[in-house]
């Protein structure tokens, strides 16, 4: 059963406008969340995160939003840019320290010019 | 955050062999932790690996096909044994920085696309 759900496997979006990548989990004991941005070739990088304590994060053009009774969150990125085209992780943690990672399957976001 | 290198970075290997993967960190870590990318797929824990003790798997990894060596803190290794096409993925590993402030504390190598045929 998957813990950490991103139901939409692609986003397209036109440059300039707003992205916006969704993530739901299942584990209330999840204390911890992030969003990592992958390329082809390489590993996830880490762009943002989030405590369990927070509502929202933003940084820069990044901007997570967290809703801990509807146990959703979501990625807000603007404006776009081509750059930004890459697939998108979700991922939590466990309130245990030195956990490991829960991923989600990873949307992948096409920002065209 | 910590820089890892991983090796290597792709292989073609034949069904029935083994493939060590190697992950060497610039800095002293605790915890390592070891992924599996499968197409489409998200990344999946194969185990985590801590110095000075044995890895602890996750459900539907077994230690026979997957090997961990963690000879100390900054170098581990993760064995693909006995290869069908079903383990053709991309493996990765992890690593977490206690108290870091930048990368949300893990970090990923670039990963290793291993193709079985």
């Known amino acids: 059963d998957q813990q950490v759900k991103q139901n939409s496997p692609s986003l397209s979006v036109q440059e300039g406008r707003i992205s916006i990548l969704n993530c739901d989990y299942t584990?209330?004991?999840?204390?911890?969340f992030l969003w990592y941005k992958k390329y082809p070739a390489e590993g996830p990088t880490f762009l943002i995160s989030?405590?369990?304590?927070?509502d929202k994060n933003e940084d820069g053009r990044f901007t997570v939003f967290l809703n801990k009774s509807a146990k959703h969150l979501s990625l807000h990125i603007v404006p776009s840019q081509p750059g930004d085209s890459a697939v998108y992780f979700c991922?939590?943690?466990?309130?245990?320290?030195?956990?490991?990672?829960?991923f989600g399957k990873g949307t992948t976001l096409s920002v065209s010019s | 955050s910590a820089v890892i290198s991983q090796k290597p970075s792709r292989d073609i290997c034949q069904r029935g062999t083994s493939l060590t993967i190697q992950c060497q960190v610039d800095?002293?870590?605790?915890?390592m932790f070891w992924y599996r990318q499968q197409p489409g797929q998200s990344l999946t824990l194969i185990a985590t690996?801590?110095?000075?003790?044995?890895?602890?798997?996750e459900s539907g990894f077994v230690i026979d096909k997957f090997p961990i060596s963690r000879p100390n803190l900054t170098f581990s290794t993760l064995t693909v044994s006995n290869m069908s096409p079903e383990d053709s993925s991309i493996y990765l590993c992890?690593?977490?920085?206690?108290?870091?402030?930048?990368?949300?504390?893990?970090?990923f190598g670039s990963g290793t696309r291993l193709t079985v045929v």
């Open positions: 584990n209330s004991m999840f204390d911890y």
């Open positions: 989030i405590s369990s304590i927070k």
């Open positions: 991922a939590a943690r466990g309130n245990q320290a030195g956990t490991a990672l829960i």
């Open positions: 800095s002293q870590v605790t915890m």
């Open positions: 690996a801590n110095q000075g003790s044995e890895a602890t798997y």
């Open positions: 992890s690593v977490l920085i206690t108290g870091a402030t930048t990368s949300g504390g893990y970090t």
